[in-house]
C-alpha cells in the first residue's frame, strides 16, 4: 500500500540520512526501482513529473500499475508515489488518481501568491493523508519546461511557507536539474544552513541530486536534508546499457529484439545506480 512521504522523511532527517525520491518513466523503471528498495531494505519514493506522467497515459494510470506491482512482487517497505513539481491543477488531478504525496512547485509565483496556492493545497492533501512539499527558490535547468538558474532561496521566505502546515520544503540552494555545467560553483551550505536553523525540523529536499559530488550530498544530509532527488543520472544509464546492447548486434540475435530482452540491460543499470545512490544517502536497512 502506498504511503506518504511525511513519516518516512522525519525519520531520515533525525537519523541523518536521506530517502531517495527516484523519478519513473514506464514500467520498467517503476519496477527496477522497487525492486532495488525491497533488496535495500530502503524506503523509497516515485517520483513522477507532470511531462511523464502525461506519457505513461494519465495519473490514473500510473496509481494502477504500482499499486499493481506492490501486491504483485510483495513489497514490503514504504513506498511513496510523489508528484514532482506540479502545477496547483496537476496537484488536484493526483489528489483525484490516488497518489501518496504531491509536490507543488510556486517558486515562479510571487511569494504571496505561492503563500495562498500552497495554503489551500495543505488543507486538501491533509484531508487526503497526503504529505505536500513546497518550493521556495527556483531550482537550476530544466524541468518539463520550466527553466531555473540555480538561485538560493531566501530564508525568510522558507519559513514563511514553511509555517503553512507543509511536510517538507524544497530550497534552492545553487543545484540544478539535468547534468552540472563545468563552471557550476557548488551547493551554497551558508544558505542551506540558514534555512535549516529557520525551519527547524522539517525535511528538506535537495532536487538536482545528478551530478553533485558525493562529499557535497553528505554534507547536505548532515545540514537537514532529507529528500534526494534523482533523474538524469538513471537516464543516463539506461541509455548507455541500451545502447551497448544493441551496438553489439545483440538485438539481432535469436529474439533479443523482444522487448523484454532489449530493455533488461537498462533496467539492470537502473538497479545498480539506484543502489549505489542508497548507499549513500544511507537509507539501505532503513525500512
Request: charged share 25%; aromatic share 6%.
Amino acid at each position: 500500500m502506498l504511503v506518504s512521504a511525511t513519516e518516512m522523511l522525519q525519520k531520515a532527517k533525525a537519523g541523518h540520512y536521506a530517502v531517495g525520491q527516484f523519478n519513473i518513466n514506464n514500467l520498467e523503471w517503476t519496477k527496477a526501482i522497487l525492486l532495488t528498495a525491497q533488496e535495500c531494505n530502503s524506503p523509497v519514493i516515485l517520483g513522477v513529473s507532470e511531462g511523464a506522467g502525461k506519457y505513461m497515459t494519465g495519473y490514473k494510470t500510473v496509481v494502477g500499475m504500482v499499486n499493481g506491482m506492490l501486491e504483485e512482487l510483495n513489497i514490503t517497505v514504504p513506498v511513496a508515489l510523489h508528484l514532482d513539481h506540479g502545477s496547483y491543477e496537476g496537484c488536484l488531478k493526483c489528489v483525484e488518481a490516488g497518489f501518496s504525496s504531491i509536490m507543488f512547485d510556486g517558486s515562479h509565483y510571487p511569494i504571496d501568491e505561492n503563500v495562498a496556492k500552497t495554503t489551500e493545497l495543505v488543507k486538501i492533501a491533509h484531508e487526503h493523508n497526503m504529505s505536500l512539499e513546497a518550493e521556495v527558490g527556483s531550482i537550476g535547468g530544466e524541468e518539463d519546461g520550466v527553466i531555473g538558474r540555480g538561485e538560493c532561496a531566501d530564508p525568510d521566505e522558507c519559513k514563511r511557507i514553511a509555517d503553512l502546515g507543509i511536510d517538507f520544503l524544497a530550497a534552492g540552494i545553487g543545484n540544478i536539474h539535468g547534468v552540472y555545467p563545468d563552471n557550476w560553483e557548488g551547493l551554497s551550505f551558508e544558505t542551506l544552513d540558514a534555512i535549516q536553523q529557520k525551519t527547524g525540523t522539517m525535511p528538506l529536499v535537495l532536487h538536482g541530486g545528478t551530478g553533485i559530488p558525493d562529499d557535497m550530498i553528505k554534507k547536505a544530509i548532515d545540514l537537514g536534508v532529507a529528500k534526494i532527488n534523482v533523474n538524469t543520472e538513471c537516464q543516463i544509464v539506461f541509455a548507455e546499457a541500451t545502447r551497448e546492447y544493441i551496438e553489439a548486434g545483440k538485438d539481432k540475435q535469436g529474439k533479443g529484439f523482444d522487448p523484454r530482452k532489449l530493455l533488461k540491460p537498462g533496467a539492470e543499470a537502473i538497479m545498480a545506480k539506484v543502489k549505489e545512490k542508497m548507499e549513500l544517502f544511507g537509507s539501505v536497512g532503513q525500512a
